[in-house]
């Protein structure tokens, strides 16, 4: 049984910085490209940033680019999201999620699916709180 387990979210003020984790068993991890996604009250569940098989293979909404950084030790079975620079806009529950289907070449690399598109994700963690206050 596949489990995916976040943890890290909580309250900050704007302008800090947070890091999530999310712990992965009962799958190949080294074949699971990893995403984040987030959503906010009110709001569809919306990309975050999405990493490959490969760690050097990343992919990240406009939004978080250059705030956020998405990493993956597969010794460990954990991925990470790094928040830094958070934005009141940046509060909603962070969901882990893990692509393990649609294997294929994207962007020069094989892996499985590692794009925006949560439909493609198979798997889901629970989801973890993540609020930023002014």
Known sequence: QVQLVESGGGLVQAGGSLRLSCAASGLTFSRAAMGWFRQAPGKEREFVAAISWSVTSTNYADSVKGRFTISRDNAKNMVALQM?????????????????????????????YYGTEANKYNFWGQGTQVTVSS
């Open 84 to 112: 830094n620079s958070l934005k009141l806009e940046d509060t909603a529950v962070y969901y882990c999620a893990a692509s393990t289907k649609y294997y294929g070449t994207y962007d020069g690399t094989e892996t499985t």
